[in-house]
């Protein structure tokens, strides 16, 4: 191996002005040597680092701060001694974990089994079902919630329906079935879209030696296949649990008296502000804990176990039976319809006539006129703020990921290691992170956009940052210096080939963003005010005023700002998009 | 005419190892010069110092006496091309070829008729429209060419550029490369691990090896005169043969070789008559340990004349066509045979043959510690 260090590479300063002319006359040395200005690749390296100093690292400390001090401002460890004490307390962290389990479990056991059906046994329509199987997971969880609650509460049709007809219902959906119905069918496509792509990576002369060796094809999948698999196997289910134990809408809406840790933060937060905020951030401190508990058992496996295999030859479709095919098929179309009915419904019922909770078949616009009458901004407030953010995120994120990957040293790694940290913190955690850095001076930002914005953009940066790192990889370095020894300046070579070789990461980054952001409900719920009402926060307020039209049509409205990017953006770069979730 | 490029003193040093230890070079105005070595043996590095994008610890590079290394990458004005040849994906061939002229500002009509000449020279005008991922190897390498000859640049630096090409189109391509640098007449540094594909093309070559330059010469010489073991070895093939001088007489050194798997000390010396050679004593003294080269082509079979014979047994046999290649196992270990002519295929594996060799034909390095 020739050494080709990337990160001994020198650091070029910027050429203001190009020769003029081919083979120009070069200027003596010692003006070349003044070129040695500083390079302001370093500079935007010390702003990123203070600005995630500013916008993680204090927020997070002053939230840990928070949960120690009396309300006189004297150290405790009370509020974490009544956290472990109090029933009440330590049962919503009993539910977190709880909630957390069945939801990884559940997604595991339908997503592995559908990704190998769809790459393995033939199962048609392949690419239809890589598009469908990502609309479950950006659709928002409050809005799957809230459809269940439509078809199975105590009110729902499907109740409905059996009890007309005499036939018990088995329970309830309230409560934590209800939690982990919901989630698993938003989140099982993380397993599944790491396992497919994964099982689309190895090598197929692996499992051909296998067979060559004399192993059966069911000891090849168990000896070789499976092993191979596991790292996407826990890393989804990791996500997943991450992802789960965050979650606050679907808790919220669903949940009725059964309180996760996300809620619990949520109801100490607003039932008595101030005296219990310290208690509150308390709570958060335990979730934050249990999350980068979580992370940390990630890093660790996926670690020490990342095979980086890359595909010469794909394996292709096993020759299946024809009832075997017929069973995978019925399998994969079942799980992945059954989890696309939340949004079907809640699109449908939005036109029908309604009043309250009441709703009956026909067709109306009365809900979407409703719901432009009485909060007229809503739209236009979560299309705004989802687009700044947005903005912000991605241009964050190309400087950052531009730094991390053709800049990489010692102090790259330190911002690496602090963009990790938002993957850790739920939005709730986030949001009274922020209240108790940002509530009072020198920096007052509670009641204010900005806030919301800051929320928005810490905890999406991470993914976006990853999207322009992973373009960037990809991207062979020679590339750049080919355009370097052509005579183009490092500004140049940035602009005319780095960034248009990373459009494609930025695009699909930025999409991501929007489609997270425009219906993000649990730092926003904490964090806005007055006139900065949110889609989501008024699909939350709709349904806990049993205003089951109005959040329909609210609901619609979101879910179409959140498909029709994503449908452009699968038209413009097609199968690609499933990779990038 | 300038002084071409100078490299004096060039080190490098990555964490714990020297990459580069103190490399001095001359190339001069209009040559082709290759560097070759084994991996890691420093050839890219130096070539990447060369283009700036890696920076000497200590050292210069120069050009025409004028220093290069103060420079940033983009205005050494120097043509690369690379190993993967780094098209830019995003961009048509046409536009990939006038990128540099574009960086350089240059007048539109001047960039197109640069451009045309460029894709002409490599017959890939007619892919003027096309992107790179839709060319094969062969004509992307081309494009590459193009791209760095383009700008016209005052030295060519080429990374293994034909080290992605199936063995066929490699021969094509590199008589393609050879005949266009002697048409521009532009001067070449170009780095190869093949040392054929640096015989075939080179006006001089370096071999390098640990950071260092071990030979620099022309093919031919450094091919008949290997200057170390290492070069003998690594140059064409070569058998090693070692022993230990006995005796030095009208300028013939007797050398006692070592036999297979003994130590080459006193106690067998003169033992056995077969397993003493004769080569040109030059300045050997008795008591020597020494390693002869022997090149597979300059060993006979069965040559009465010779001066010198090794017996042995045939072991392997392997017809090439114009060339027969055996192994032949002899006290002093197995050696590598070529004979001219298809007689020699009808050889067996076992049948006892007499080596011979000219003492001249021998490359003797004293005390070598090292073997190939």
């Known amino acids: 191996m020739d050494m080709r260090p990337r990160a001994e590479q020198r650091h070029e300063p910027m050429q203001g002005k190009r020769k003029g002319r081919m083979n120009a006359p070069l200027a003596p040395a010692a003006r070349k040597r003044a070129v040695g200005g500083r390079d302001p690749w370093q500079v935007a390296l010390a702003g990123c680092y203070l600005l995630l100093a500013l916008l993680i690292i204090y927020p997070l400390s002053q939230l840990l701060l928070g949960s120690l001090r009396t309300g006189t401002g004297s150290w405790t460890l009370a509020h974490f001694r009544d956290f472990f004490a109090l029933r009440y307390y330590r049962a919503a962290l009993e539910h977190s974990l709880y909630v957390g389990l069945m939801v990884t479990v559940f997604s595991t056991l339908l997503g592995v089994p559908l990704a190998v059906a769809v790459a393995r046994w033939g199962v048609r329509g392949r690419a239809l079902l890589r598009a469908l199987v990502v609309l479950p ?3 928002p969880p409050f809005i799957g919630a809230y459809s269940w609650i439509l078809l199975l509460g105590r009110n729902g049709w499907i109740t409905n329906l059996l009890k007309a007809h005499g036939l018990p219902w088995l329970g309830s959906i309230y409560g934590p079935q209800g939690i982990i119905l919901a989630l698993t069918l938003n989140l099982y496509p ?18 051909e030696a296998s067979a060559n060796l004399g192993a059966t094809p069911g000891r090849t999948f168990r000896r070789v296949t499976v092993p191979l698999l596991m790292p996407a196997i826990l890393g989804g289910a990791l996500l997943v649990c991450l992802t789960a134990m965050a979650d606050f809408g679907s808790a919220m809406i669903i949940g009725e008296d059964y309180l996760v840790l996300p809620t619990l933060i949520y109801s100490l937060f607003f039932n008595e502000m101030g005296g219990q905020l310290a208690m509150a951030a308390a709570a958060s401190v335990v979730l934050l804990v249990c999350e980068t508990a979580v992370l940390l058992v990630e890093r660790w496996y996926l670690g020490r176990r990342s095979y980086g295999m890359s595909a010469l ?5 096993r020759e299946v039976s024809p009832p075997l095919r017929l069973l995978a ?3 994969t179309y079942g799980v992945v319809g059954i989890s696309l009915v939340p949004a079907a419904v809640v699109v449908v019922t939005s036109f029908f006539p309604s009043s309250g909770p009441v709703m009956w078949p026909g067709f109306s616009l009365g809900n979407y006129a409703t719901v432009f ?12 703020l989802s687009g700044i953010s947005t903005l912000l995120c991605v241009v964050l994120a190309v400087v950052i990921g531009y730094l991390l990957v053709r800049r990489s040293s010692r102090w790259t790694a330190g911002l690496d290691a602090l963009l990790m940290m938002p993957y850790a913190v739920p939005g709730t955690v986030l949001a009274v992170a922020l209240i108790s850095a940002f509530g009072g001076r020198p920096l007052l930002l509670t009641g204010t956009v900005t806030i919301l914005l800051v929320s928005y953009v810490v905890r999406r940066l991470p993914y976006a940052v990853r999207g322009v790192t992973a373009v960037l990889h990809h991207m062979e370095p020679a590339v750049e210096e080919a355009s370097v020894s052509l005579g183009a300046s490092p500004w140049g070579t940035f602009r005319r080939v780095t960034l248009p070789l990373m459009m494609p990461g930025i695009i699909s980054g930025a ?17 806005y005010f007055g006139p900065w009402k949110t889609m989501s926060v008024v699909i939350y307020e709709q349904v806990m005023s049993d205003n089951f039209g109005t959040a329909a049509a609210a609901s619609s409205l979101l879910l179409a700002a959140v498909f029709l990017p994503l449908l452009l953006l699968n038209l413009w770069q097609g199968e690609r998009t499933a990779e990038l979730v | 005419m300038g002084m071409g490029l100078t490299i004096r003193g060039v080190e490098k040093r990555f964490g714990r190892q020297q990459a580069l230890a103190g490399v001095d070079l001359e190339i001069r105005p209009g040559e082709f010069f290759s560097l070759v070595g084994p991996s890691g043996c420093g050839k890219t590095t130096l070539l990447r110092c060369v283009a700036g994008f890696c920076r000497q610890d200590a050292g210069e590079i120069a050009w025409d006496g004028e220093r290069l290394d103060p420079l940033p990458a983009h205005r050494r004005n120097l043509g690369m091309v690379f190993q993967n040849y780094a098209l830019f994906p995003h961009l048509s061939v046409r536009e990939n070829v006038a990128y540099g002229l574009r960086a350089r500002r240059q007048a539109p009509a001047l960039v197109r008729e640069r451009v045309g000449r460029a894709l002409e020279m490599v017959h890939l005008a007619h892919r003027a429209h096309h992107f790179p991922g839709m060319l094969s190897g062969g004509e992307q390498q081309r494009v590459a060419t193009a791209r760095a000859l383009a700008i016209e640049p005052r030295l060519l630096l080429m ?3 034909l080290s992605n090409l199936d063995a066929k189109l490699r021969v094509e391509m590199r ?12 001067t070449t540094l170009y780095v190869t691990h093949d040392q054929e594909e640096a015989l075939a093309l080179s006006d001089r070559i370096a071999v390098m090896n640990a950071g260092r330059l071990e030979q620099v010469g022309a093919p031919l010489d450094i091919y008949r005169e290997p200057a170390t073991p290492f070069v003998a070895g690594f140059i064409g093939h070569t058998n090693f043969l070692r022993g230990v001088v006995t005796a030095v007489a009208g300028g013939q050194a007797t050398v006692s070789l070592q036999v297979a798997g003994t130590a080459p000390q006193g106690q067998e010396r003169g033992q056995e008559g077969a397993c003493q050679v004769w080569v040109p004593a030059r300045e050997l003294a008795i008591g020597v340990a020494v390693t002869i080269a022997l090149r597979p082509e300059r060993l006979s079979l069965g040559a009465p004349g010779a001066a010198n014979s090794l017996p042995g047994e045939v072991e392997e046999v392997v017809f090439l066509g114009a060339v027969t290649r055996m192994r032949v196992g002899t006290a002093a270990g197995p050696l590598v045979v070529e004979v001219h002519g298809e007689a020699a295929g009808d050889i067996k594996p076992g049948a006892a043959v007499l080596l011979g060799f000219e003492g001249a034909a021998a490359t003797v390095f004293a005390d070598a510690a090292q073997g190939g």
Not at chain 1, 190 to 207: C, G, M, Q, W, Y
């Open chain 2, 175 to 186: 008589e393609e490369i050879r005949r266009m640098q002697r048409a521009l007449g532009i």
């Open chain 1, 511 to 527: 999409v991501m963003t929007w489609v997270q952001v425009v219906s993000e409900i649990s730092s926003t719920i904490l964090l």
């Open chain 1, 137 to 139: 997971l950006v659709s």
């Open chain 1, 190 to 207: 993380f397993v599944f879209l790491l396992v497919a792509a994964s099982l689309s990576s190895i090598d197929a002369s692996l499992e």
């Open chain 1, 329 to 331: 098929s019925a399998f």
């Open chain 2, 159 to 161: 990374d293994e550029p």
């Open chain 1, 313 to 317: 030859r794909r394996t292709g479709e």
């Open chain 1, 373 to 384: 009458y009485s909060v007229p901004r809503a739209l236009f407030n979560s299309l705004y």
